[in-house]
């Protein structure tokens, strides 16, 4: 059996991290076979695993740039939330797919919100982040403002500024 290249070497270390990241190149690429093929469906997830504000902002921001290429597209035939419930339990495969496709679209709003609000995040990032996040709003369904996704953003912008103010001044839910 042949020895492993320390080239080959080289490139499982720079794989291995906290987030088990790959590298930007192979990143770029995982994009780029997603946004080619439908085969390449199974890239969406382990994109969206590398969108974090933990993440390093070449790969996380790479990662962002390919999920909102492949999910642009795809806005109008993705199905409503409860359309895509009654939709998973189903049999045919253009159901399940909507569904399976709601599912990561949601996962995916969830990380540009994630991206956008908190100030830790890299500032590419989160302008990226945030604009792809207006992109969606704008989009919505066959053209008009999507105020479920807005609203999403404006529950997490209102959550991260206000619950620490009412912690530091002792307020609680009950008040």
């Not at 740039?65 to 939330?81: D, G, K, T, V, W």
Request: hydrophobic share 45%; with cysteine.
């Amino acid at each position: 059996m042949p020895k492993p290249s320390s080239a080959s070497a080289s490139a499982s270390k720079k794989r291995k991290s906290k987030f088990g990241a790959l590298t930007h190149k192979e990143v770029k690429s995982l994009g780029h076979e997603l946004l080619s093929s439908r085969a390449h469906l199974n890239h969406a997830p382990t994109l969206l695993a590398l969108l974090s504000p933990s993440a390093p902002p070449k790969i996380a921001l790479e990662s962002l740039i390919s999920l909102q290429s492949f999910f642009e597209p795809l806005l109008p035939s993705i199905p409503s939330a409860a359309a895509a419930a009654a939709e998973a339990t189903s049999s045919d495969p253009k159901l399940v797919f909507g569904a399976w496709l709601r599912q990561r679209f949601d996962e995916f709003v969830a990380a540009l919100v994630e991206l956008s609000v908190p100030p830790c995040s890299d500032d590419a990032i989160r302008e990226v982040a945030f604009d792809a996040f207006m992109d969606f709003v704008k989009l919505g369904k066959d053209g008009r403002f999507h105020s479920a996704i807005y609203h999403k953003f404006l529950h997490a912008v209102v959550a991260f500024i206000v619950k620490p103010l009412w912690k530091k001044k002792g307020y609680t839910g009950s008040q």
